[in-house]
């Protein structure tokens, strides 16, 4: 099983809202991450996690706060965001966070901000 | 200059043909490379993975690493509509440089029935 589960599908929210996004994995995985994907682009890299500790900040502003309360589950809490971070917020895990490891991707949260 | 080169394309193929997706890349410290697969509003699927340099094939699948050329192809044989998707290369370096995945921008594949 190499699924990583991602909720909600799509969520739509204004810039005063504060809502959450869920990853979870059960292959035993030990390192998570959050992506950032626009329209036609790469991911980007915002967060990474290893062994339940923030490992990897990519700068990322202070609106987006990641949790990772246990070794399979990771979220994503939003809070004033902006129109630009309309995108789709992809979660990902992999064995450990060292180079060998093939990072395992979920479908990914649609996210609108109004 | 970006790390990892990839053209965009899109690429337009007959069903059936043998596509060709490449990336270049610049740092020498890379060992790690992936090929993803990545269908419209759905999250990248992990189609290949290989360390250094060689080839792997995984049914019409064919991946090639020249790490001397920094140069770094997927083969599809026998394409099919199902192949439709956008292709993206990714690769990292060993875990002391951050184990970061570095992509390339994506190619856009549409196989015409």
């Known amino acids: 099983d190499t699924e990583v589960t991602q909720t909600p599908k799509h969520l739509v929210m204004g810039m005063t809202n504060k809502k959450s996004l869920k990853c979870e994995q059960h292959?035993?995985?030990?390192?998570m991450y959050w992506y950032k994907q626009k329209a036609k682009k790469p991911p980007e890299l915002m967060f990474v996690?290893?062994?339940?500790?923030?490992?990897i900040n990519e700068s990322v502003p202070s609106r987006f706060s990641p949790e990772c309360p246990n070794s399979s589950l990771l979220n994503l809490h939003l809070h004033a965001l902006q129109p630009e971070d309309s995108a789709l917020y992809l979660c990902?895990?992999?064995?450990?966070?060292?180079?060998?490891?093939?990072?395992?991707f979920g479908p990914g949260t649609r996210l609108t901000v109004l | 200059q970006k790390e990892v080169e990839q053209d965009p394309g899109p690429l337009s193929v007959p069903e059936g043909a043998i596509v060709s997706l490449n990336c270049t890349y610049s740092n020498s410290a890379f060992q790690y490379f992936m090929w993803y697969r990545q269908y419209s509003r759905k999250g990248p699927e992990l189609l290949m993975y290989?360390?250094?340099?060689g080839n792997k094939e995984d049914g019409r699948f064919t991946a090639q690493v020249d790490k001397s050329s920094k140069y770094i192809s997927l083969f599809i044989r026998d394409s099919q509509p199902s192949d439709s998707a956008t292709y993206l290369c990714a690769m990292r370096g060993s875990y002391n440089q951050g184990g970061k995945l570095i992509f390339g921008q994506g190619t856009e594949l549409s196989v015409k029935p």
């Open positions: 996690y290893s062994y339940e500790k923030l490992s």
């Open positions: 990902a895990s992999s064995r450990g966070q060292g180079g060998g490891n093939e990072q395992f």
């Open positions: 292959m035993g995985h030990r390192a």
């Open positions: 290989t360390y250094s340099s």
